[in-house]
């Protein structure tokens, strides 16, 4: 959709463990379609790399979507910044970074928008979209 297209090209986008968890369960391209959004810069906490390692050991879908998120972030910037969590971790690094957060997961998303946040998300199981 062109309304969801917006020039982000020095802005970062940071991306939560459910974004990585995405690509898999809908079977997209997350990384071409971010830059289809303009996003060309892509930032990750340490802090979900550990969640996808944790997620990476167990059977069955929620595995193997990890195996692929962990996979999927080589191609991004890795940072370790210590919060209470890997949702806090998120939303400070975009806050810090004037960059947009890339989730699927509703309550970060809510988050994030009550913030002033752009909020990149998977939209109608096809493509992404971006909120803000």
Same mark, same amino acid.
């Given at each position: ?50 969640? /996808? ?5 167990? !059977? $069955? ?5 990890? *195996?692929?998120?962990?996979? +999927?972030?080589? #191609? ?31 309550? /970060? ?5 009550? !913030? $002033? ?5 998977? *939209?109608?199981?096809?493509? +992404?979209?971006? #909120?803000?």
């Amino acid at each position: 959709m062109e309304a969801d297209r917006v020039r982000n090209d020095s802005r970062p986008v940071i991306i939560d463990t459910n974004g990585f968890l995405a690509a898999e369960e809908f079977k997209i391209d997350v990384f071409e379609e971010l830059r289809n959004l303009g996003f060309n810069r892509f930032i990750t906490p340490m802090m979900v790399i550990d969640e /996808l390692a944790t997620l990476s050991k167990h !059977k $069955g879908k929620t595995g193997i979507a990890a *195996r692929v998120g962990l996979k +999927l972030a080589e #191609k991004c910037e890795v940072v370790d910044f210590k919060e209470k969590s890997a949702d806090t971790s998120v939303l400070q690094l975009a806050l810090e970074k004037n960059g947009a957060v890339f989730t699927n997961d509703r309550k /970060l998303r809510n988050e994030a928008v009550k !913030k $002033g946040l752009q909020v990149v998300f998977v *939209r109608k199981n096809s493509h +992404l979209g971006i #909120k803000g």
